[in-house]
């Protein structure tokens, strides 16, 4: 018996696949949407992918249950509390799946989401009675649990959805032997808990030892430390929660409709009709000239992530990427249920080449030029600027630029009235990915005279100018 995991850093999304050499069966749970992987890997071990389990209905991605169901036949599985479009098993506390020297066991695990389940794996070559791992999806990850806030879930609320979380810790996962090793849906960097480890294994004595959330504590101590600074979650994440228990298209079939050239004068004319144009070159690259209008959200970092905030559900993308590049931008998109892409600039930017009427630049400033910038030394760069901070309040209030202008990147749209009109911008992140985007939005909602911060705080702070760390209060 093996158990093989695929982490997909983008997204901090961890799937596996269990395989049993006596009976050359796999099973694979919480699949990405793209499943290419997991068929190359069961076809080069002689197994057949059987089954196919969601621990729960994911908010930050789309699974690949349809998927293999598509193309390997697999079963569904899912929570007896699971309401799905599709045909599934629904399997309650108790229920087995066993073949070989496999045997996979459900424990009902509700709390980030109502239907949610851990899977105990068992190696009967080596032990009946006791579990080798627990797969625990969102409920307990390897430094935190799940939150149970996302309100993703209809007619229950985060206050019940934080009770039934208490239960699954307290009742039943600490309650595993120490050695149990944990293998959970996410790490470092996803937004469905605030402080997952970089490690993407532990043990449940590890966990217990170490895992803030698993320390003995009354219930009402629980709830109030696993709801307190939680990330705010994406928009997306309602979208993708809902469209995980919808029959819907696969992945392949998905893309064969999307992944197509369009002419120059599509795109314009899709531009004046609504469609969103995303840029998914270096940030520096979108910089140095891009279609006016366009939204640069790179593919070298959280591209499904921001591209899931900042971009609409309703209305058609067009992508532009360097040449060779569009179908990955499509298909991790598509992981994220971003299916309205209407196509790609054909050629992109080349198509631009004779039109400098459509192009347009963001500038670039660096630390030391905006510090000069900021004390009037560079008047010939015009007036002082507004320093936008586009990072959280919690990253702003550890250390910023003095004066700076906290607007966190999901929010620049909403708060464009509190920047100060007909004045020079520079914006900054933490190393410049999110300044990028946010440069980006500003230049299309119409704001002249944006620069980008090179390098971001981290070259502010590298250049040791100063600096001020505040606690702020959070936006009501």
Not at 126 to 149: M, N
Not at 255 to 270: I, Y
């Amino acid at each position: 018996m093996k158990i093989q995991q695929y982490y997909l850093a983008c997204l901090s999304h961890a799937s596996y696949m269990i395989t049993d050499d006596k009976t050359k069966t796999a099973v694979v749970v919480d699949p990405q949407r793209d499943i290419d992987q997991y068929i190359a890997d069961a076809k080069a071990g002689g197994y057949t992918i059987r089954h196919v389990f969601l621990t729960h209905f994911h908010a930050d991605f789309i699974a690949g249950h349809i998927e293999l169901r598509d193309r390997a036949g697999a079963t569904i599985h899912l929570g007896s509390r699971a309401q799905a479009e599709f045909q599934c098993v629904h399997m309650k506390d108790g229920d087995q799946v066993e073949f070989g020297d496999v045997r996979l066991e459900i424990m009902e695990t509700p709390g980030h989401t109502p239907e949610g389940i851990s899977i105990l794996v068992y190696d009967l070559a080596k032990s009946a009675q006791e579990p080798l791992a627990v797969l625990t999806g969102d409920t307990l990850f390897i430094g935190d649990v799940g939150r149970p806030d996302l309100l993703a879930s209809i007619g229950v609320t985060a206050d019940e959805l934080a009770d039934m979380l208490y239960d699954s810790i307290t009742n039943k996962l600490v309650k595993l032997p120490d050695a149990t090793l944990v293998y959970p849906a996410h790490g470092a960097g996803s937004m469905c808990g605030k402080s997952l480890s970089k490690e993407t294994v532990s043990t449940i004595g590890e966990q217990k030892k170490f895992n803030y959330a698993l320390q003995p504590m009354s219930r009402a101590e629980f709830k109030e430390i696993v709801t307190a600074d939680q990330p705010e979650a994406p928009d997306y994440f309602v979208h993708d929660a809902v469209l995980n228990r919808k029959e819907r298209a696969s992945l392949d079939t998905a893309m064969r409709e999307t992944l197509k050239a369009l002419s120059l004068d599509e795109v314009l004319a899709m531009q004046k009709s609504g469609a969103q144009i995303l840029d998914v070159r270096e940030g520096i690259d979108f910089e140095g000239g891009h279609l006016k209008g366009a939204l640069s959200i790179a593919l070298n970092g959280k591209y499904a992530t921001w591209a899931g905030s900042m971009l609409a559900t309703d209305r058609p993308i067009v992508v532009i990427a360097e040449e060779g590049g569009e179908e990955e931008a499509v298909m991790r998109l598509g992981r994220i249920g971003l299916d309205n892409v209407a196509g790609y600039l054909g050629g992109g930017m080349n198509a631009l080449v004779s039109r400098d009427d459509l192009v347009e630049r963001t500038e670039r400033v660096t630390a030391a030029a905006l510090a000069e910038w900021l004390a009037g030394a560079r008047a010939e760069m015009g007036a002082k600027p507004v320093v936008i901070d586009v990072r959280s309040e919690v990253e702003h209030a550890g250390g910023h630029v003095i004066g700076s202008l906290n607007i966190p990147l999901s929010h620049i749209d909403e708060r464009l009235a509190e920047i100060p009109a007909g004045r020079p911008l520079v914006v900054h992140c933490e190393g410049g990915y999110r300044s990028a985007i946010a440069a980006s939005l500003l230049q299309k909602l119409g704001r002249p005279y944006v620069h980008d911060l090179v390098g971001g705080f981290k070259a502010w702070s590298a250049a040791k100018l100063p600096t001020a760390a505040a606690p702020t209060s959070p936006r009501a």
